[in-house]
């Protein structure tokens, strides 16, 4: 039986050749397991919300590093 990978980056680099393989060969699968729409919009969805964490995580380290900067100041 075959084994999905559970690795974030492998399972985001597949869903974009599965949607775009499904929609390109309807002949070939007339009625998928999974229709391609909805691997593309989670796909898209991910991507959105990776992109917030990743704005979200700068600016954590951004603060973090400015907080250390007014300790260091207090400390004299």
Request: glycine share 2%.
């Amino acid at each position: 039986m075959a084994k999905f990978t559970e690795k974030e980056t492998d399972i985001i680099a597949l869903a974009e050749p599965l949607w775009r393989g499904l929609l390109s060969n309807r002949l070939a699968y007339p009625k998928p397991p999974i229709h391609p729409i909805p691997v593309r919009m989670r796909a898209l969805v991910y991507r959105n919300r990776r992109d917030i964490m990743l704005a979200k995580q700068a600016k954590a380290e951004s603060t973090i590093t400015a907080k250390n900067e007014a300790l260091e100041d207090l400390y004299f």
